[in-house]
């Protein structure tokens, strides 16, 4: 059974810009996470999606975006780039059983570098 | 979702037991404490979970005292390949409490040969 995948595997990109990643859950999976890990720390959370609705996010500006499609597929869109949105962008997906979550199975990341 | 606390580094030597300790004083009734692992340039993955006394898997063991103030992980004879962070999370369920779950900074542990 397919992981969690995600790409681009690296994304370069300049100031100003704007830069989109995509992930594809675990099938069966509905529920897709998002979380941003800048260079020697841990992970910070970004956005939650369930069943095509935005369900929590993070402590992240405007310009950090997503939506889940119908295929419970995910992207994530960071406008208007700064340098220090330079990170390795993961995605996780899990499965919600009696209204909890089981783990989260996580992707390698997509590495977006912001010059 | 409850403020846990790990060391951040440790060091160990192939063959060794290693025991990383978790504090989280504010658990609530129905949090679950969950670990993973992260190596380089990768997505964490899933090592183990409980909710009180002892739960062994083919990884690793969780320790859990009766309070649920602290946990730890152990993990048996350590390899070069266990080299990695190791994340505690604690919480009833990440879907309630995603948002909040940031994973903190974990504990790096570094096995020398």
């Known amino acids: 059974e397919a992981g969690v995948t995600q790409s681009p595997t690296h994304l370069i990109k300049t100031r100003g810009q704007q830069a989109t990643l995509r992930c594809s859950p675990i099938s069966g999976h509905t529920s897709v996470y998002w979380y941003q890990q800048a260079l020697g720390l841990g992970l910070q959370f970004l956005l939650w999606?369930?069943?095509?609705?935005?369900?929590n996010r993070g402590n992240f500006p405007p310009r950090f975006s997503g939506r889940q499609f119908p295929n419970y597929s995910s992207e994530l869109n960071v406008n208007a780039l700064e340098l220090e949105d330079s990170a390795l962008y993961l995605c996780a997906s899990s499965l919600i059983f009696r209204g909890e979550t089981g783990e989260l199975f996580f992707g390698e990341g997509s590495r977006l570098t912001v010059l | 979702l409850a403020k846990t606390t790990q060391p951040i580094s440790m060091d160990s030597y192939e063959g060794q037991e290693v025991n990383i300790t978790c504090s989280h004083n504010?658990?609530?009734?129905?949090?679950?404490i969950t670990w993973y692992q992260q190596f380089p340039s990768q997505g964490p993955r899933f090592i183990i979970q409980g909710y009180k006394t002892k739960v062994t898997n083919e990884v690793a063991s969780l320790f859990i005292p009766a309070d649920r103030k602290s946990s730890t992980l152990s993990l048996p004879r350590v390899s070069l390949s266990d080299t990695a962070v190791y994340y505690c999370l604690v919480g009833r369920d990440l879907q309630t409490n995603a948002g909040k779950s940031t994973f903190g900074d974990g504990t790096t542990l570094t096995v020398k040969p």
């Open positions: 999606y369930d069943e095509g609705e935005e369900r």
């Open positions: 504010n658990i609530a009734t129905n949090d679950y």
